[in-house]
């Protein structure tokens, strides 16, 4: 078995703190949900319901506002009892509506219709997509029929690629509904396939998941579009857009196989597909990883969007002590949660509270050069030495901050806890790109 990965740094990742990956449970419905209108990287939807309006399970109650923006839809029946706004942790302002849960539901516990997508065109598949407001559900949400427009300028032939890469144990929602929802997964990336004009699957796995790999390759092969099986490696960051380009652009080498504009997307992503287009519903709940040391029982969660995160701990048993860092994501890149009644998006794979140990709020010391953070460098940078540039001239790091994509391997393995990737990132020429 050939391995693929990237050539240099990364590191291996391991948490004790997160949930097993064996299982999801249901968490419970909220009596009050807060659904944000903005789910996604562009503009804040424009709301089409009231205060003191009813809303059905599945109903539109935002229209997008143009690229970057997507549909958002009521995620259970009930009235719409007022808005709310807060401020996140990149600074922008959200504003939700609060539904009180109130009569009946028509999609959750009904037995579910499939409708025949084989005779759509992708122009009809991509119009349910955007219906249903689909969006990248990891990352900024970023509106899957944007993607498609951004891979199909390249003028290249497009691969899709099933990114079941688990560098991160924070990953675990994804593994654990690749069990669960398996042919769905295998049956959206089909679907996928066509509505984006892909010519060709690939299935990237990391290598200790080959089993599953091997099955993703049978179940999508029965559909008779062209599909690779590729094992990757599991050091972070080799989910990362630019490591597993490496990795794949490296074994199309070794096979002859051209690959030209990849259209990456995660299992999470693949299933909301399949629902809008064979079931005709939007994203009405997804599967939440909550863990980390200040967690009584992390377990995987199946969560309606809307639910405040903070009833999410306490379905986990609460908090053993007051956590120090409460955030989503991951350690390595979370996104802080300021105030546990903020809802849980479409973008929310995992929610966790640390006691300490990595971004937990410990206090810096100065550099003692011991250059671990050149080692683990994905890119090759100097993080050291981009860092220091950056805090002396506040001007950026030099030229190659720029090509920093904020992995945050550096900040890992940093003994004195510099926040080295946010002032990198940050820096005048700094990006974050994945
Ligand atoms: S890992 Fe931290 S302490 Fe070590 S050289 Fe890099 S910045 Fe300095
Ligand atoms: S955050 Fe930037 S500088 Fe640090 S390891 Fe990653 S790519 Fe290198």
Redesign the pocket.
């Known amino acids: 078995m050939r391995v693929y990965s990237f050539p240099q ?1 990364g590191i291996q990742f391991r948490d004790p703190a997160v949930p097993q990956k064996t299982a999801s449970a249901v968490a419970f419905l909220p009596g009050l949900s807060v659904i944000p209108l903005v789910q996604h990287s562009g503009a804040r939807a424009a709301p089409v319901v009231a205060i003191g309006d009813y809303v059905r399970e599945g109903m539109l109650i935002g229209r997008g506002q143009g690229p970057g923006s997507a549909n958002i839809h009521a995620t259970v029946p009930g009235k719409v009892i007022k808005t709310v706004s807060w401020q996140m942790s990149d600074g922008r302002t959200n504003e939700g509506l609060v539904i009180r849960l109130e009569g009946s539901f028509e999609i959750l516990g009904k037995r579910e219709e499939f409708s025949p997508w084989e005779n759509l065109r992708p122009r009809e598949i991509q119009r349910l997509l955007a219906e249903y407001g689909i969006v990248e559900m990891e990352g900024p949400g970023n509106p899957l029929g944007d993607m498609f427009v951004r891979e199909d300028s390249t003028g290249e032939s497009i691969s899709l690629v099933v990114r079941c890469v688990f560098d991160d144990p924070w990953l675990a929602a994804d593994y654990v509904l690749c069990r669960e929802r398996f042919r769905v997964v295998c049956e959206g990336a089909v679907i996928t396939a066509r509505a984006a004009g892909a010519e060709r699957i690939i299935v990237a796995v990391s290598y200790r998941e080959r089993d599953l790999g091997r099955r993703l390759l049978e179940d999508i092969e029965t559909y008779g579009i062209p599909v690779s099986l590729v094992m990757v490696g599991d050091r972070y960051p080799q989910r990362n857009r630019r490591e597993l380009e490496l990795a794949l652009r490296s074994y199309g080498k070794k096979e002859g196989l051209a690959i030209a504009a990849l259209l990456i997307l995660g299992p999470a992503t693949l299933a909301a597909v399949h629902d809008a287009v064979k079931l005709k519903r939007p994203i009405l709940d997804r599967y939440v990883a909550v863990g980390g040391q200040a967690v009584r029982t992390p377990q995987v969660l199946k969560v309606r969007i809307g639910t405040r995160i903070g009833d999410l701990f306490e379905e986990c048993g609460g908090f053993v002590e007051k956590p120090r860092r409460i955030a989503t994501g991951s350690p390595i890149r979370g996104r802080e949660v300021l105030d546990l009644d903020e809802p849980v998006i479409k973008t929310c794979s995992a929610v966790f509270a640390l006691l300490d140990g990595p971004g937990g709020g410990e206090t810096t010391r100065a550099c003692i050069s011991c250059g671990e ?1 050149r080692i ?4 090759g ?1 100097d ?1 050291e030495y ?1 860092y220091k540039r950056t805090a002396e001239t506040a001007s950026g790091g030099g030229g190659r901050a720029a090509e ?8 890992l393995v940093c003994p004195s806890r510099l926040p ?2 946010s002032v ?2 940050n820096s005048e020429q700094g990006g974050r790109h994945d």
């Open positions: 740094g953070c683990v460098c994905p890119v940078l993080p981009l920093c994509h904020g992995c945050g391997c550096c900040d080295l990737s990198i990132v």
